[in-house]
């Protein structure tokens, strides 16, 4: 089994910054593609940012130019950083990884969600 554990976030002002972090543990042979989702109160959980294996990465035209996302293979972790953010921001994130275990079973896993409130 797999397990992803997210950290990082928090109440912020608009115009600053947090990092989030996800790190996965378990049966891992090896991590795919990454990715960062949000969903807010009300609404779909929605794409924000996402990196291949090979280094490649897609934003949300929303978050162009403010948020990236990184990963260390080493560590099995994913990282979101997020700067200049704005109250439409505020969101449950939750990372994702496409995880090839020992037993070469290919899977989605997902985080747990973290909070992150942009308001005055």
């Known amino acids: 089994q797999v397990q992803l554990v997210e950290s990082g976030g928090g109440l912020v002002q608009p115009g600053g910054s947090l990092r989030l972090s996800c790190v996965a543990s378990g049966s891992i042979r090896s991590i795919d593609a990454m990715g960062w989702y949000r969903q807010a109160p009300g609404k779909q959980r929605d794409l924000v940012a996402e990196l291949s294996s090979s280094g490649s990465s897609n934003y949300a035209d929303s978050v162009k130019g403010r948020f990236t996302i990184s990963r260390d293979n080493a560590k099995n972790a994913l990282y979101l950083q997020m700067n200049s953010l704005k109250p439409e921001d505020t969101a449950v994130y939750y990372c994702?990884?496409?995880?090839?275990?020992?037993?070469?079973?290919?899977?989605?896993?997902w985080g747990q969600g973290t909070q992150v409130t942009v308001s005055l």
């Open positions: 994702s990884m496409r995880v090839r275990t020992r037993n070469y079973f290919v899977s989605d896993y």
